[in-house]
């Protein structure tokens, strides 16, 4: 009897079609097949197969079984309970998933090898290209440059038949880690922290544990033994380290290197696509044993997946707002989960959620209370700009510039840090008061001064600036307001024409490649004074760096996110710990309007467990994460009064449930972008309700117009 083939496309659909199996084909669960729909041929993945019954209608069947390497069962398990947890279509994280299985392929290799035909003329040249090539295959290039000759060199060998040109298929696999390297020296905090983690993997199963460490203390080094660990009990194992930002790769990947003698695959957007096939390809087959990547890399088809680490697990990055939305920290608790697998989330800093399923005893809790080595942690001093205000049209108080030649005279580094890329954050008219923003949106636009443009950063909408206001035509009227990492460099370099000053943020280091040389240069004590967002932050070792300076430590206060206080508190300990993390102390200068308030004074103090009682007792009061759950309903569309209407008829048929209360409709603060007007709903609800089930049934009872959008996001971190 023939089957019936459950085919999963990876597009915005809400279940998967049914085709039917042609004879013979022999499909399994997971296999990458090439399905019609309509008149084109998609990739899809098999989730179900079934034996026909008779009397059904016929079905289209399944064009071919594609030579792709499957979709592990737990691979399908997770993108299946993925779209369910996040309410949304499970061909949405089937196109993450199945991303490098669609990128190209890269090109065959030139490989040369001698022939044994010796060649006409034997010149001194010849003679070390051939000797070279005795060695073993070798690219053209590189045979080139071992033996010190030109391409032509080459070439004439190759016309002669001395040489002979292969084309190679690049290899899908990794070297493999080196697990008889030893590792670094703990000391006793982290050798008992690695020892804990150890014993953990060794029960096997799920399980998930906390490394809560100060900043310096060497965390990396902790959860390096622990996949060393998990690697060493099965020949086949696999482990995942995820990252918030590129810039970390690098830094990471190095070390990794060190420990195992080996670089691990790397994933995230900056890798170009054939690599990108590749990693994926090595990670199905096992050739890929450590993958370290960005929270997309939690959707890799790992066959054996053992460990996975989340770095730096409080970082807001791990949250994707657009497409499909997920908070990549939590998934990964989940996907450990489905694959009987260990989880470790690692931070200074770490999340309120994290730290009361440690408190609760869900998550073991690991402590690193003391920086490595000599190192101890900076002094916090909060600089009250309302009494040392800055000189008019200047951004760095007396006390930090003085501070700044102190350590600049010491022939140390400094970092100064503001959370706001390009030179100004508002463009305002002098004339008529008109304030710059972008085209069919609410978003300001910043100036960028290095290229001369106004920049929206919630769109990508960019023009050059304008010689004239475009609301009133005055000439010269246009004042930048406030200031970016840009306006900061061009102070520090006015304050200090001697001192070497370089800025740090994603308009300045495009891609993994350059922010590696810049963080180098940082190292080698090349830079005297770093001007950075939070893209430096987090995660650098900096030996020189003793000063750290906060331009606007009440930046992240603003507004009201839920998250503001804990944001804020996570960040600025963070920029702050980059300074003193070798043998020299260090300090951080924090510049306030408000050092009053509870998140400056826990700074100050290096009291967390202070900070974190009082908005864990806040949040409890109010039923807050991480004592509720709360889901977010966001509403676009171009016509207002369609979208008003349509919000008001959604409110109307909300389930009433026990345990959920539900907000709006409001408009967005954001209420216009890309020309679509913006409505938002806030569902709060008790820990013990299905929130994900709550949400799903009252998308069910509405149906939009086919101008409106709906997107639900589980557990929002942007109230935008």
């Not at 670094?184 to 982290?190: C, F, I, K, V």
């Not at 010491?410 to 002098?430: D, H, I, K, S």
């Not at 008109?434 to 069919?440: F, Q």
């Not at 709360?630 to 026990?658: H, T, Y």
Request: aromatic share 6%.
């Amino acid at each position: 009897m023939s089957r019936i083939a459950s085919v999963l496309l990876p597009m915005p659909l809400p279940e998967a079609f049914d085709y039917a199996e042609p004879e013979g084909m022999g499909l399994e669960v997971g296999d990458q097949v090439a399905a019609p729909l309509g008149p084109r041929l998609l990739r899809g993945v098999v989730t179900g197969l079934r034996e026909a019954a008779g009397g059904n209608r016929p079905l289209k069947p399944v064009a071919a079984r594609l030579e792709e390497p499957p979709l592990p069962p737990g691979t399908l398990e997770f993108v299946q309970w993925a779209a369910r947890y996040a309410v949304d279509f499970p061909g949405q994280p089937l196109a993450i998933a199945t991303r490098g299985a669609r990128a190209p392929k890269a090109r065959p290799e030139k490989i040369l090898e001698p022939t044994g035909v010796a060649p006409a003329r034997l010149t001194p040249a010849r003679a070390r290209v051939l000797e070279a090539a005795a060695a073993g295959p070798a690219a053209p290039a590189d045979l080139a440059r071992a033996a010190g000759v030109s391409a032509g060199v080459i070439k004439g060998l190759v016309d002669e038949g001395c040489l002979a040109l292969r084309l190679v298929e690049p290899q899908s696999r990794f070297d493999p880690p080196d697990l008889t390297r030893a590792g670094a020296d703990l000391n006793a905090s982290q050798a008992a922290a690695a020892g804990e983690l150890k014993a953990m993997l060794g029960e096997g199963g799920f399980r998930a544990a906390l490394l809560d460490g100060v900043t310096g203390s060497g965390k990396t080094e902790v959860y390096l033994e622990a996949v060393a660990a998990a690697l060493a009990e099965d020949t086949d194992a696999q482990a995942l380290v995820l990252l918030p930002e590129i810039a970390l790769t690098q830094a990471v990947l190095a070390r990794f290197e060190a420990r195992f003698g080996a670089r691990p695959a790397e994933w995230h957007s900056d890798v170009a696509p054939p690599m990108r096939r590749r990693v994926w390809e090595a990670v199905a087959g096992g050739g890929a044993r450590v993958v370290v990547g960005a929270r997309s890399a939690l959707f890799l088809p790992f066959r054996k997946l053992r460990l996975i680490v989340v770095d730096e697990e409080h970082d807001g990055s791990y949250k994707q707002d657009e497409g499909f939305i997920y908070q990549a920290r939590d998934m990964a608790v989940a996907r450990a989960k489905i694959e009987g697998a260990a989880v470790v989330l690692a931070s200074a800093t770490p999340s309120l959620e994290t730290l009361r399923n440690a408190e609760t005893g869900r998550y073991r809790w690991l402590k690193l209370a003391a920086r490595h080595g000599s190192a101890r942690l900076p002094d916090v001093t909060l600089i009250d700009m309302r009494e040392t205000p800055p000189e008019p049209g200047r951004w760095l108080s007396p006390p930090l510039v003085e501070a700044m030649a102190q350590t600049y005279a010491a022939g140390e580094q400094t970092l100064l840090f503001l959370n706001r890329r390009g030179y100004a954050p508002l463009v305002l008219c002098r004339a008529c008061g008109e304030r710059m923003t972008a085209p069919d949106t609410d978003s300001w636009l910043v100036e960028h001064r290095y290229t001369g443009r106004l920049v929206c950063h919630l769109t990508g909408f960019s023009m050059p600036k304008p010689e004239r206001c475009p609301h009133c035509g005055a000439k010269d009227a246009l004042a930048s307001i406030g200031p970016g990492v840009e306006r900061v460099e061009e102070e520090a370099r006015s304050l200090f024409p001697q001192a070497r000053v370089a800025v740090f943020s994603s308009d300045t280091v495009w891609d993994a490649r350059e922010a590696r040389r810049l963080v180098e240069a940082m190292a080698a004590g090349e830079i005297d004074i770093l001007v950075a967002t939070q893209a430096a932050a987090k995660g650098h070792n900096f030996p020189k760096l003793t000063l750290v300076g906060v331009v606007d430590a009440d930046l992240g206060l603003r507004g009201g996110d839920l998250r503001a206080a804990e944001r804020t508190y996570q960040l600025l300990a963070q920029a702050t710990g980059r300074a003193g993390r070798s043998d020299r102390p260090g300090r951080a200068l924090l510049q306030t309007y408000a050092p009053e308030h509870a998140v400056m004074q826990a700074l100050k103090a290096q009291d967390r467990d202070a900070f974190v009682a009082a908005e864990m007792a806040e949040r409890e009061i109010m039923k807050l994460p991480p004592f509720g759950r709360l889901g977010a309903v966001v509403l676009s569309g171009p016509d207002a009064q369609q979208l008003e209407a349509f919000a008001r008829g959604m409110a109307e048929v909300a389930p009433n449930a026990e345990g959920v209360e539900v907000y709006g409709p409001a408009d967005a603060p954001l209420s216009l972008v890309r020309g679509r007007r913006r409505k938002r709903f806030l569902v709060r609800a008790d820990r013990n309700v299905d929130l994900s089930a709550y949400l799903a049934a009252w998308r069910a009872r509405v149906k939009p117009p086919g101008a409106v959008r709906v997107a639900i996001d589980v557990d929002p971190y942007s109230f935008l």
